[in-house]
C-alpha cells in the first residue's frame, strides 16, 4: 500500500504561513507582453506539450497549483517524492513536472518556446533547471506500486527521460470551444461564490455522472455546514474508459439548473489531469480545491483509485484516501467530509445512510457496474429513483446498448504463433454477427502506417502505440477493430490498453511454444535469427513479455484456429458485444 509521510517527520516550519486559499500564483501575461512574446517566441526552440503538461500549464498559469509557480526543479521533485512537501515547506503531494528527451536545445539559461498539440503557442520558460529522474523510485513513491496496470505507470515509461524547470511567462491558457461559460479560473469562482453570501464551501470532486445518491450525499453535506456547493468535475484527463465529460458536463447542467437551489451551487470545470493517486491525490485536491475558494473537501470511498491491479486487487485501500486527507486537514484549512454510502428507501420514497437504517429495512441500490452492465450495455433505461430522467436520457444518448458498442480485439504472441491466421476467421465470425470489423495487422501496417521504422525497441513500440492510436479511434466511433501484432512487452501493450479503454479491449494471448513457430516459419526468420543475419528478433535475442492475466489464452496446439476464433466469439457474447 502507498505510504505517505507522518505529520511529525515534516512539520511546516513555524516562520511559514500556510498558502491556501490566499492570494494566487498569476502566470498570465499582459497585452502588451504578449504581443512582444508571440514576437520573441518566433525565433526560440519550441517542444510540443503532452496533453497532461498543457493541463498543468493550464493550472499553474491560472493559481490551481498554488504555490507552484513553475514546473517542478529537482530540489521541490525530490521533496514531493520523499515528503509530500516543497522545498519551502509548503504541502504539495503529486510531482507536476515537465519530462523531455535529452537535445541540444536544453541547456541552461536556453529560452524555449511551448506550445499545444496544434503547435499554438502558449508560454515561454527560461530553462534553469535540467535533471534526470528515476521512474521505480516515481511509481513507488507517489503511485504505491510498480505494476503496469496502474495508468499512470504504464503511461511514464514512453516520458522523456529529463525534468526541465524555470520562470514561465504564459501567453495564453490553452483553447477551450466548448462549456466556456463554465470554465473558471480560481479568481472568477472565488466571487462567484462569495456572490452567494455563505461561509462555508463544500467541493465535490468528480469525474463521473451524478445518481440521486450523490445529489442527495451534496445537498446534505450543504445544509449541515449552512454553506454552497463547488461541483467541480475534472474535465481534462481521467482515468480511461471513463464517460466522455462533454457528456457528463451535459448532466451536471441538467442537475444544477433543476435540482439545485441556485443560490447554493456554483458548477466550474477543472481541467485537471488527475494522476489516479488514491491518498496523495486526496490531499492534491483538497489543496487545489482550497485555492479555488472552498473550506470542505467531500472524500469518497477509494477516492482518485484507478482500480484493480494486474492480480486483480484495488491498488489502494477503501478508506486509505479518506484517513490520508483527515491527516492534513486542519494544515490546509479544509474539513473533510467522507463520502457516506447512501441506499434507496423505497417503502418510504427516500435516501438514508447505510448506517442508519434498520437491518431488516427494504432498500434498494444500483452499483456502477450494474449501471453499465444492466442498463446502459442493455440499451434499458435507468429507474427514476436512481437518477433523474435528464440524466437518464443524455446517457442513454450518449452510451448505446454494448452491442452497438466498440471494442478492440488484441492478439499478441510471438511471431508465428497463429495470430493472424486466427484473426481472419474471427473478422469473418463478428461480420457473421452484424459487427463490421477492421483488422490492423502488424506486417500490413508497418507497410502502410509504419515505413520507415526499424526493429529497434523503441521503433516497436512506436509500431504499436499507432496501431493502439487507430485503433483507439475506431473504437471511440462504436466500431470494431483486430489488431494482430506481436507486441513483445508488457508496458506498450498496457499502454495501449488504456488508450482504448480497458472495459472495450480484449487482450489475448496465442500461446504458442517457441519451436512449434519456429517449425511454422515459412520465411525463415528465425534460422536467419538463429545465425545471427538478423539482429533483435523477438523470443530469439530479445525477450516476449507474455501477458499475467489476459481476457483470454489460445492454445494453437490442441486447437485449430475456427475453435480457437469461436472460443472468442463466445467470450464477446458473454460479455455483450455480440447478440444473436
Not at 193 to 201: I, K, S, Y
Not at 241 to 267: K, Q
Request: net charge negative; charged share 25%.
Amino acid at each position: 500500500m502507498l505510504s505517505t509521510p507522518s505529520l511529525s517527520a515534516v512539520t511546516t516550519p513555524a516562520n511559514l504561513i500556510a498558502p491556501y486559499g490566499g492570494r494566487l500564483v498569476d502566470l498570465l501575461a499582459g497585452e502588451e507582453q504578449k504581443l512582444e512574446l508571440k514576437e520573441h517566441a518566433t525565433h526560440l526552440p519550441s517542444i510540443q506539450l503532452s496533453m497532461r503538461s498543457i493541463c498543468d500549464l493550464e493550472l499553474l498559469a491560472v493559481g490551481a497549483f498554488s504555490p507552484l509557480d513553475r514546473f517542478m526543479g529537482q530540489e521541490d521533485y525530490q521533496r514531493v517524492l520523499d515528503e509530500m512537501r516543497l522545498s519551502s515547506g509548503y504541502l504539495f503531494p503529486i510531482p507536476v513536472t515537465l519530462p523531455v528527451e535529452p537535445s541540444a536545445q536544453f541547456h541552461l539559461d536556453q529560452e524555449i518556446a511551448l506550445r499545444d498539440l496544434k503547435n499554438n503557442l502558449l508560454a515561454v520558460m527560461t530553462i534553469q533547471e535540467i535533471y534526470e529522474w528515476d521512474l521505480e523510485e516515481t511509481a513507488r513513491k507517489v503511485y504505491g506500486s510498480t505494476d503496469l496496470r496502474h495508468p499512470l505507470i504504464s503511461e511514464m515509461y514512453r516520458l522523456g527521460k529529463l525534468h526541465i524547470s524555470g520562470p514561465l511567462r504564459v501567453l495564453q491558457c490553452p483553447p477551450h470551444h466548448d462549456f466556456r461559460n463554465l470554465r473558471l479560473t480560481p479568481v472568477e469562482t472565488r466571487a462567484r461564490l462569495e456572490a452567494l453570501g455563505h461561509d462555508n464551501v463544500v467541493a465535490f470532486q468528480t469525474r463521473n455522472p451524478l445518481h440521486r445518491a450523490h445529489e442527495e450525499l451534496t445537498k446534505r453535506a450543504v445544509q449541515e455546514v449552512d454553506g454552497s456547493l463547488l461541483l467541480h468535475p475534472v474535465v481534462g484527463m481521467t482515468k480511461p474508459g471513463d464517460v466522455d465529460h462533454y457528456t457528463r458536463v451535459r448532466t451536471y447542467r441538467a442537475l444544477t439548473d433543476h435540482y439545485y437551489e441556485p443560490n447554493r451551487v456554483v458548477l466550474a470545470l477543472l481541467p485537471l489531469a488527475m494522476r489516479m493517486a488514491g491518498p496523495r491525490e486526496a490531499i492534491w485536491h483538497m489543496l487545489i480545491r482550497r485555492n479555488y475558494g472552498a473550506n470542505h473537501l467531500i472524500v469518497g470511498r477509494d477516492h482518485a483509485g484507478p482500480g484493480n491491479d494486474s492480480t486483480g486487487k484495488p491498488f489502494y485501500g477503501p478508506y486509505e484516501s479518506q484517513e490520508t486527507a483527515e491527516k492534513y486537514s486542519a494544515e490546509m484549512g479544509m474539513k473533510v467530509i467522507p463520502f457516506k454510502q447512501l441506499v434507496y428507501l423505497p417503502d418510504e420514497d427516500r435516501y438514508e445512510e447505510v448506517s442508519k437504517i434498520e437491518q431488516t429495512a427494504r432498500t434498494a441500490s444500483i452499483s456502477g457496474t450494474q449501471v453499465r452492465e444492466e442498463y446502459l450495455h442493455n440499451g434499458k433505461k435507468l429507474p427514476g429513483w436512481f437518477t433523474r430522467p435528464e440524466v437518464a436520457d443524455i446517457l442513454a444518448d450518449s452510451y448505446p446498448p454494448r452491442y452497438k458498442q466498440g471494442f478492440c480485439i488484441w492478439f499478441t504472441g510471438l511471431s508465428g504463433a497463429g495470430k493472424s491466421t486466427t484473426s481472419e476467421v474471427l473478422t469473418v465470425l463478428l461480420q457473421q454477427h452484424g459487427r463490421q470489423t477492421t483488422v490492423l495487422d502488424g506486417d500490413v501496417v508497418r507497410t502502410h502506417l509504419s515505413q520507415g521504422l526499424g526493429f529497434s525497441k523503441e521503433d516497436r513500440d512506436v509500431n504499436i502505440r499507432r496501431i493502439g492510436y487507430v485503433a483507439s479511434e475506431i473504437v471511440r466511433h462504436g466500431g470494431v477493430v483486430v489488431c494482430a501484432a506481436v507486441s513483445p512487452y508488457r508496458v506498450t501493450r498496457n499502454d495501449v490498453r488504456n488508450m482504448v479503454g480497458s472495459g472495450h479491449f480484449v487482450e489475448i494471448y496465442v500461446n504458442t511454444p517457441l519451436e512449434v513457430c519456429e517449425e511454422r516459419d515459412v520465411k525463415g526468420m528465425y534460422a536467419m535469427a538463429r545465425r545471427g543475419k538478423i539482429q533483435g528478433f523477438t523470443g530469439i535475442d530479445d525477450p516476449y513479455e507474455p501477458p499475467l492475466h489476459p481476457e483470454l489464452t489460445l492454445d494453437t496446439l490442441n486447437h485449430t484456429p475456427e475453435e480457437n476464433a469461436h472460443l472468442v466469439v463466445d467470450y464477446l457474447f458473454a460479455q455483450g458485444f455480440l447478440r444473436d
